[in-house]
C-alpha cells in the first residue's frame, strides 16, 4: 500500500462520521489499522469530526473479502476502498499526501510518530479556529481574517498544512476564504 492510499485513509478518518476503510488483504488491513490508530491515539477524541464523538475506535478498517462476507454490517457507515479510491482526484486528499511526505521527510524516530505529530498539528489547529469561528458567531463579534493568519502560520510550519487545515474546516462547514 503506498502513501497515496495511507493518505487516502487518514484523510477519511478525519473528515468522515463513520468510515469504513476497505483494502485487499488482512496484511494491509493490520498494517493500516495500527497506522490510524496510533494517529488517532496521538489527536485523541478530536481526529474523529467536530460534531459527534465516537465511541470505540470511531473507524474500521477491514479486508474486501471480510466486507463481501458481511456488508450488512456495515450499514450507515461511510465506505472508502481505500486502494480504490487513489486514482481519485480530491484536493482534501492531495493535501493529506503531500503533507504526510513532508512529515516523512522529517527527522523523527519513526515514520508513525511523524505522520502522528503532523496529522495532530493540523486537527488540534482546526478544532482551535472551528471553536475560534463559534464563540465569536455566538458573541456577534467577527474574526479578523488577519487574526486567522497569524494563528495559521504561527501553529502550522508548511503551507501544504495550512492548506489541508482549509480543506479540513470547509468540509466541517467553515470556510475561511468566505471569512
Request: charged share 35%; glycine share 6%.
Amino acid at each position: 500500500m503506498g502513501l497515496r492510499a495511507v493518505a487516502v485513509a487518514v484523510y477519511r478518518v478525519i473528515t468522515s462520521k463513520k468510515p469504513v476503510l476497505i483494502v485487499k488483504n488482512e496484511e494491509r488491513s493490520k498494517s493500516l489499522k495500527t497506522l490510524i490508530k496510533s494517529v488517532t491515539d496521538r489527536v485523541s477524541t478530536t481526529l474523529f469530526g467536530p460534531e459527534e464523538k465516537r465511541e470505540g475506535e470511531g473507524f474500521t478498517v477491514t479486508t474486501e473479502g471480510d466486507y463481501k462476507n458481511d456488508w450488512k454490517q456495515f450499514a450507515g457507515k461511510e465506505i472508502c476502498m481505500v486502494e480504490k479510491e487513489t486514482p481519485v482526484k480530491n484536493p482534501g486528499v492531495d493535501l493529506m499526501e503531500e503533507t504526510l511526505e513532508n512529515a516523512l521527510g522529517a527527522l523523527a524516530v519513526r515514520p508513525t510518530d511523524r505522520i502522528s505529530r503532523t496529522v495532530g498539528r493540523v486537527v488540534t489547529s482546526a478544532e482551535q479556529l472551528k471553536a475560534r469561528f463559534e464563540l465569536a458567531k455566538e458573541r456577534g463579534v467577527p474574526v479578523k481574517k488577519a487574526e486567522v493568519k497569524q494563528i495559521l502560520k504561527t501553529t502550522l510550519r508548511a503551507k501544504v498544512e495550512r492548506e489541508l487545515l482549509k480543506h479540513v474546516l470547509m468540509i466541517w462547514g467553515i470556510d475561511l476564504d468566505k471569512k
